[in-house]
């Protein structure tokens, strides 16, 4: 693994993550590939359905952002030549709630930058 590529991955999921904790579609939706494949043990689905749950979540929490809390623990990253694989752990807080979702998420490099191409998870 070189660093460089280390370092162009970790700015992609940083860029999802706060996107995630903001819950700002748009800044999702700048590193997803417009191709991108989200597979849950439910369905699978693209990229219009962060949108969907964007939407869902914002009404969940009253659009109150600190009833909104969501926490990533990388817990695995493999990187090779133009891919990558990354095991994210996450914890979500909606108004009361928690529950905790593990996602894999796969990269494609594209010119100096990684994009996220897939995501499969599932929550527990």
Known sequence: MNSADIDGVNKTLQIYFEGNKELNSQKILSVWDENLKIISTEKTQGPPAWIEMEEYYRK?????????????????????????????????????????????????????????????????
């Open 60 to 124: 969940e929490v009253d659009d109150d952002m600190s009833k909104w809390g969501i926490e990533f623990d990388v817990k695995t990253m493999d990187v090779f030549r133009n891919c990558a694989s990354v095991r994210v752990d996450v914890k979500y807080r909606v108004d009361t709630r928690t529950f905790k979702e593990t996602q894999f998420l796969h990269l494609l490099k594209r010119g100096a930058d990684w994009i996220i191409y897939s995501k499969i998870f599932t929550f527990y």
